[in-house]
T-cell receptor, first 109, second 115 residues
């Protein structure tokens, strides 16, 4: 699977928007971009995914660059409950997700 | 909202003992997975299961591991003879299909400690 690069950590103030970047310069045309998050001592939780177009759901928005070599997860109003490790994952062949080290998001009250 | 459940939440065992970790996937899902996460490390894929057989497995999933769907609802991971290095969180996941756009839904995990 193609590799993704994310910052190790980010901070945000509560109730502010958060933009979590992900670079995936070797993405292929059929790779889906998935975002998961993992709260402390919990299983990974699905956030959002997309292929080419920007996507919105009740949790977040996903902005995908026109060349698809990067994407940004947008949390519109960070809450304390959003403090987690966020994983950007490319899904190509096979059944498995390859989790990297993700971005650890700290939300400051 | 349907969710994946796992039992037990915690398991402590002696080295060399067999353990069985249980999962109930979401009811209309057809693909099932096990992942593990050693403390402080990445989430790692172990195995995927579809149509009553293993569809994919990683190098971690050696002969000590096996999976089974013993009935219409449970999906189990067995470790035959546990080692200290098997201590980890084990996550079960399920998905409706196996395509690249499919979402995998994860359970809360079983924390296994091998002494």
């Amino acid at each position: 699977d193609a590799k993704t690069t994310q910052p190790n950590s980010m901070e945000s103030n509560e109730e502010e928007p958060v933009h979590l970047p992900c670079n995936h310069s070797t993405i292929s045309g059929t790779d889906y971009i998935h975002w998961y998050r993992q709260l402390p001592s919990q299983g990974p939780e699905y956030v959002i995914h997309g292929l080419t177009s920007n996507v919105n759901n009740r949790m977040a928005s996903l902005a995908i660059a026109e060349d698809r070599k990067s994407s940004t997860l947008i949390l519109h109003r960070a809450t304390l409950r959003d403090a987690a490790v966020y994983y950007c994952i490319l899904r190509s062949t096979g059944n498995q997700f390859y989790f990297g080290t993700g971005t650890s998001l700290t939300v400051i009250p | 909202e349907p969710e994946v459940t796992q039992t037990p939440s915690h398991q402590v065992t002696q080295m060399g003992q067999e353990v069985i970790l249980r999962c109930v996937p979401i009811s209309n899902h057809l693909y099932f997975y096990w992942y593990r996460q050693i403390l402080g490390q990445k989430v790692e894929f172990l195995v995927s299961f579809y149509n009553n057989e293993i569809s994919e497995k990683s190098e971690i999933f050696d002969d000590q591991f096996s999976v089974e769907r013993p009935d219409g609802s449970n999906f189990t991971l067995k470790i035959r003879s546990t080692k200290l290095e098997d201590s980890a969180m084990y996550f079960c996941a399920s998905s409706e299909g196996g395509r690249r756009g499919e979402t995998q839904y994860f359970g809360p995990g079983t924390r296994l400690l091998v002494l």
